[in-house]
């Protein structure tokens, strides 16, 4: 017994101890962003790996979720001879919670275990040390940029799934099942709000991009420099962040649309 | 200020290095000098820390006690952009080359001089070629580190290392993995650079007797202490049991062949899972060690 | 070289991308685009009883939208709803002695403020009150008029159902 609480203990304290280094290490990134500016080809290369690499499996998916949405949505709301909402109900559920989070989710199972691998492995290689013993600010010239790179990349990526999504909610909604496509839109365009539903959903998806972006970064840097310990980093990085964006996904409805 | 404590003619000097990782002192109140010009190794047996020495000459990891002065400046006393720039000046070569992965071998040498230099794209580009040329890997310029034999990337790593005309390198296992041909060639050129740069070189290894061919002067550690210094002919004829068995390489003596535990007898009686425990040596047994005390 | 202009390229395509799907979202799938926020004028109107009516409900004319309501609060001197309503700039010619309406589109529909002209020669100005209204029909309390009032007719005029049941 008095080992488990042993154990709690450590483990608390470890935790705390890891969180106070990825805050110091967020902060290292964040002053490093300046010089990535004066940078700009850094900066491209890693909008490429991180964005680009990640749009066909961000729309393909927005594509597909979009028509089951269109599917389920018009067979739940034609009991109710409401088929005409179709279009609020895809779009509304993708553009508040679908669109940020599912692209989230896809961004880090794609780019931030992609971006933890790659750290860990110029760790485990011995290049950051080398970087450094040139005087090369590792953090500066690799960490910042691909930090950026997913900061920006986020927000577009969930854009991009909000808006193939809600085109194949049409597909199949006015296109297999006989919504009227007028009415598709025109609902809509009159029920969903600029401020307080695609403002709120790009918020949402630029919080989940940060976030995405320091833990992959962050558990690449703090990696045991082994196979394993990239393995085990890369694995942490896919986990945490599911529960983070899950879990600020829930704060941020509530504080957004709580007072509705 | 610090230029008066270290003798004249010292690039280098370590004074009274204590180190420790957890438990384990690495560096137990140690002393070293390392001449302008010369070239001094450090031996030692695999696990007495010597790379963490070259790391914390380079400022990557700080002493518990003492400290080291580079050219007349006490390195963990500076401020990070001091430390960055006595940097440039400090030349060093991984064991595993450290090469960027994603970049040719050519962007790789010309890497540091774009970061720290505002030369034209030309005169990098001759400034490469030259030092690519001193290693003789011009013509292996526009292939991808993962194209290079361990020992091509090793030199790779030299040419960038010698990029920013540094004035010391220092070597971390140069001759670990290499085949006799790479490895005489590496000999000649760490000698050969030596005095056509007229740099100052620290060279970490095990590798006694190309070591010994080269170095002017010898440390060798154990535990955490200087067992043994000279020149390679002082070396050689050290009475010191440690030298001795180390240069000669016997498998056991002053330097056991085992890792500190127990007894042998009590361990194969008392163990918790005798039969069907995988062989798991240095972690259990510490594990083991912790939960008794 | 080359090799980084297709990089180029390829990231320029993924921003564009991105950036239409952003405008696309603002224009087609909101609101934004029906209703320019600058040029509108304001007008107040008091109900009795304002409904499911909300902040951004449309107000409309003829069936056609022309702006929303912008704040709903409850007065406590007279017990009325003052309903304050946007109205687009461009609409400047309605009379002042309109009258305002709660009604629901549909039967589910959500509630929105119509506005049905009448003769006067002035028009409605920013800070108009609109005098004439017309409040919300509460479903619940016309279904329950509509059965309390069946129910009196049944009592009141027994032989009547009679002779009709026996047709």
Do not use: C
């Not at chain 2, 280098?12 to 070293?32: P, Q, Y």
């Amino acid at each position: 017994m008095m080992d488990f609480f042993r154990y709690l203990g450590a483990g608390t304290r470890k935790s705390f101890t890891k969180l106070g280094r990825a805050s110091y290490f967020l902060i290292s990134i964040l002053t490093g962003i300046g010089s990535v500016l004066v940078r700009p080809r850094l900066l491209l290369k890693q909008l490429h790996s991180v964005g680009v690499l990640s749009f066909l499996i961000i729309t393909i998916s927005g594509l597909f979720v979009g028509m089951v949405l269109g599917l389920q949505g018009f067979y739940i709301l034609s009991r109710f001879g409401a088929e005409e909402t179709l279009g609020v109900m895809v779009a509304a559920s993708l553009v508040r919670e679908l669109g940020p989070v599912v692209s989230a989710l896809l961004f880090a199972g794609r780019a931030g275990s992609a971006l933890t691998a790659e750290i860990g492995l110029m760790k485990a290689t011995e290049q950051l040390s080398g970087m450094e013993m040139m005087a090369i600010d590792p953090i500066k010239r690799i960490v910042s940029p691909r930090f950026l790179a997913g900061f920006l990349s986020m927000p577009l990526l969930a854009a991009l799934f909000s808006a193939v999504g809600i085109i194949g909610g049409q597909i199949v909604g006015s296109g297999l099942l006989g919504v009227d496509d007028g009415a598709y839109w025109s609902q809509m365009r009159a029920n969903l709000d600029f401020q307080g539903d695609i403002i709120n959903g790009i918020i949402k998806s630029v919080v989940f991009g940060f976030v995405t972006s320091w833990i992959a970064l962050f558990e690449g840097y703090d990696a045991i420099p082994t196979a394993e310990g990239v393995s085990r980093a890369t694995t942490r990085t896919v986990v945490n962040s599911a529960f983070s964006i899950l879990g600020l996904d829930f704060i941020l409805t509530a504080l957004m649309f709580g007072d509705n | 200020m610090d230029i008066f404590n270290s003798s004249q003619d010292s690039l280098v000097s370590v004074h009274n290095l204590t180190f420790s990782r957890g438990e384990k002192k690495i560096f137990d109140d140690i002393s070293l000098e390392f001449e302008r010009g010369k070239i001094t190794a450090i031996m030692g047996p695999s696990g007495t820390g010597k790379t963490t020495l070259l790391k914390i000459i380079g400022g990557q990891l700080f002493p518990n006690r003492g400290n080291v002065i580079v050219n007349g400046r006490n390195v963990h006393n500076l401020k990070r952009d001091e430390l960055y720039t006595l940097r440039r000046r400090m030349g060093m070569l991984f064991q595993s080359g450290a090469l960027l992965t994603d970049m040719t071998v050519f962007d790789n040498v010309a890497y540091p001089l774009r970061e720290h230099s505002h030369l034209p794209e030309s005169m990098i580009r001759s400034l490469v070629l030259m030092k690519l040329e001193a290693v003789g890997l011009r013509g292996a310029r526009d292939l991808m580190p993962n194209e290079l034999s361990g020992g091509m990337a090793r030199r790779v790593a030299l040419a960038r290392a010698i990029a920013l005309d540094p004035m010391m390198i220092m070597y971390d296992e140069p001759f670990t993995g290499q085949d006799p041909i790479s490895m005489g060639a590496l000999v000649l050129l760490i000698k050969s650079l030596n005095t056509t740069l007229n740099l100052t070189s620290i060279i970490v290894s095990h590798d006694v007797h190309e070591t010994a061919a080269i170095a002017d002067y010898i440390y060798v550690l154990s535990e955490g202490k200087v067992v043994g210094q000279g020149t390679p002919q002082e070396i050689q004829q050290s009475s010191s049991e440690w030298v001795q068995q180390f240069m000669n390489g016997a498998a056991d003596g002053p330097v056991h062949f085992h890792y500190p535990a127990k007894e042998y007898m009590d361990d194969l009686l008392h163990s918790e899972k005798p039969l069907f425990s995988r062989h798991r040596p240095s972690n259990d047994r510490t594990a083991k060690r912790r939960r008794y005390s | 070289m080359s090799h980084n202009n297709t990089q180029d390229t390829l990231v320029g395509l993924f921003v564009a991308a991105g950036i239409a799907s952003l405008f696309f979202l603002a224009l087609q799938v909101s609101n934004l685009s029906s209703f320019s926020h600058g040029n509108t004028y304001e007008v107040t109107a008091r109900f009795s009883n304002s409904g499911g009516l909300k902040v951004k409900s449309a107000v409309s004319a003829a069936g056609v939208k022309i702006g929303s309501v912008k704040a709903i609060t409850f007065d406590p001197k007279t017990y009325e709803s003052v309903v304050v309503m946007d109205i687009d700039a461009q609409y400047k010619t309605l009379p002042d002695d309109s009258s305002a309406s709660v009604f629901t589109a549909g039967l589910l529909g959500e509630q929105y403020v119509s506005l049905d002209g009448g003769g006067s020669s002035d028009y409605l100005k920013n800070g108009s009150k609109i005098e004439i209204t017309n409040s919300a029909l509460i479903l619940e309390k016309a279904l329950g008029q509509f059965l309390f009032k069946s129910a009196e007719e049944k009592k009141s005029t027994p032989d009547e159902k009679k002779s009709s049941g026996k047709k």
